[in-house]
């Protein structure tokens, strides 16, 4: 079943990616998933967990796609990497993307290989001319050799570069026009890193290019102190959404309508049902934007 | 946004040489929010990269981490990541010269079997990762012509491979990985090679018979059929090689045969 070409699409659910509430796919829930046939709008997996040549994770995936739209997201193309992109690592990506068809490819503003080595963490950029250029040149390829457009998150970050130029939003919406990307708005993201740069979550998010959101991030962050003593958030998917994340994705939904909601919990990861109960959250929101809609339209 | 041009500049040399460096100082022009530099910040930075390493490696060698305990293992591999950090993003291919290292580091001198514990691990991860492919089906044995089958070649299936060890290997993989506290005892002087393999889902762990090693070495190889028993044979005057042969075959270890 592995050699087939994508022909064994027949069989599946459509692509596209509904404006509804998705997980991040962990193996040990595949099996309840499909056991209970579990309401959820889409899954979202990390590319990079299903470059092996066969075995159980493709089994799994296989599964999933079949019954669910999917969406690919990539952690390690180091999109903001100082050195060319690994070409290796794209056409991985590209294969995956042809493979699984998934509704929605994205990766992140952020670098994790120099050299040779690959870090494995979503490293900051600093905000000036020569980073946003090589960036877009990035992504041009990217979007070149997938052949389909891509979204690019909003990153969390901890520290700020003194040599930044430019505000991220100035960054990302210029990212946004000059390579017609889309972008994932991760509002955990946003407010973590708002917390830690002692910014406006509220603000950010008002004055966000929402017209090139595909798909909105929610997850749990852990909280520390920084140097001094001030609040410092880490994204760490560990937990559920916190409320202040939720009430910032409610103004965000009330303001922008209804879009594809993935939950991330990467790291102590609970049942599955405990998951299952934050999408179910977020489609209670998204709900509640339609029915609102809806009464407005009356 | 001020960005004056006094500003240090941070390349990816600077950032990526204090993160794997625990003793090089936070990069100047990383700041906090008072435009200062910020040190337990970027040490989240240090912290994520060592840690999500250590923690991929702690998934690859179970079996390692519990024979030496929780704390040891991080040590050990903090010492791995730092000295060996990837190069590939996939970090499902991450970690393949752990054995080595773990064979040459000194405190783990008492330890031999450890390193072997490693190799078998990672040859679980490459079977279980490995290109599917039907197993070979042992009918088909039968309807070879008798006069070929000395000359027969075996085609190894994509997940085949074989660990040998002077080790119990298959016992220690048992009690530290497969079923911890089963209490059973295992005897350290019991020598035990590996056939590891993966003929559909599950990679399956078969400790090999006397003269096993050197017979499933030949076949894999490339050696015909009666060449890999006489070497079996060689190794080992216990050999069996209808026992040895159907072992191979029960295990999926080939997906093909080939005769003259």
Redesign the interface.
């Known amino acids: 079943?592995?050699s087939e070409t994508p022909s064994n699409s027949k069989s599946r659910t459509a692509a596209e990616i509904p404006a509804r509430a998705g997980a991040g796919l962990k193996p040990e829930h595949v099996a309840e998933i499909l056991e209970t046939g579990a309401d959820v709008g889409f899954f979202e997996v990390h590319a990079?967990?299903y470059?092996?040549?066969?075995?159980?994770?493709?089994?799994q995936l296989e599964a999933i796609r079949e019954r669910y739209p999917l969406s690919l997201h990539g952690?390690?193309?180091?999109i903001g990497?100082?050195?060319p992109l690994?070409g290796d690592?794209l056409k991985?990506l590209a294969e995956l993307n042809r493979r699984y068809e998934p509704g929605l490819f994205s990766e992140h503003l952020a670098?994790?290989?120099?050299?040779?080595?690959?870090?494995?963490?979503l490293?900051p950029v600093?905000?000036?001319e020569a980073t946003l250029a090589r960036v877009c040149d990035h992504i041009d390829e990217v979007q070149d050799v997938v052949g389909r457009p891509m979204l690019l998150e909003n990153p969390s970050t901890?520290?700020?570069?003194?040599?930044?130029?430019?505000?991220e939003l100035e960054f990302l919406k210029e990212i946004a026009r000059r390579t017609g990307c889309g972008l994932l708005l991760d509002i955990n993201n946003v407010y973590v890193s708002c917390i830690?740069?002692?910014r406006s979550a509220e603000d950010y998010l008002a004055a966000f290019p929402m017209s090139a959101v595909g798909e909105i991030h929610l997850g749990g962050h852990a909280p520390?102190t920084?140097?001094?003593g001030?609040p410092?958030l880490?994204d760490a998917h560990d937990r559920e959404v916190d409320a202040a994340v939720w009430t910032l994705y409610e103004t965000v939904v009330r303001r922008h309508g209804s879009l594809p909601t993935l939950i991330e919990w990467d790291n102590e990861v609970p049942e599955w049902p405990v998951l299952q109960a934050e999408t179910q959250a977020a489609d209670r929101i998204l709900a509640g934007h339609d029915t609102a809609a809806l009464r407005q339209a009356v | 946004m001020a960005g004056s041009d006094a500003a240090p500049k941070i390349g990816a040399p600077e950032f990526a040489n204090a993160l794997l460096n625990a003793d090089a100082p936070s990069p100047p022009g990383l700041i906090g929010p008072d435009g200062k530099a910020a040190p337990k910040r970027f040490a989240v930075y240090r912290n994520n990269v060592i840690v999500s390493l250590c923690e991929a490696l702690g998934q690859t060698y179970p079996a390692v981490r519990t024979l030496l305990g929780d704390d040891y293992f991080n040590a050990l591999a903090r010492a791995f990541v730092t000295d060996h950090p990837p190069s590939s993003p996939v970090l499902i291919w991450y970690g393949g010269a752990f054995a080595d290292f773990v064979e040459a580091f000194p405190p783990l001198q008492d330890y031999p079997y450890l390193a072997d514990v490693a190799r078998a691990e990672w040859a679980w991860l490459q079977a279980y990762h490995a290109e599917d492919a039907a197993p070979l089906d042992p009918a088909v044995l039968g309807s070879i012509d008798p006069e070929k089958l000395a000359s027969a070649r075996f085609v190894r299936h994509p997940a085949t491979s074989r660990v040998s060890s002077e080790w119990p290997l298959a016992d220690l993989l048992r009690a530290n990985r497969f079923s911890p506290g089963d209490g059973a005892h295992i005897d350290l002087g019991a020598a035990q090679s590996l056939l590891i393999t993966r003929p559909d889902l599950d990679v399956d762990v078969v400790p090999l018979r006397p003269g096993g090693a050197a017979f499933v070495d030949a076949l894999l190889s490339g050696a015909g059929l009666g060449e890999a028993a006489g070497l079996g044979a060689d190794a080992s005057a216990e050999f069996s090689l209808s026992d040895c042969l159907s072992d191979c075959l029960g295990a999926g270890a080939f997906k093909g045969l080939e005769t003259n």
């Open positions: 079943m592995f990079e967990n470059m092996g040549a066969g075995g159980p994770p493709h089994r952690v390690g193309l180091s990497g100082e050195g690994d690592h991985r670098w994790s290989t120099h050299d040779t080595t690959y870090y494995n963490d490293l600093p905000y000036d901890y520290v700020a570069f003194e040599q930044s130029t430019m505000s830690n740069h002692q520390d920084d140097d001094a001030r410092l880490i």
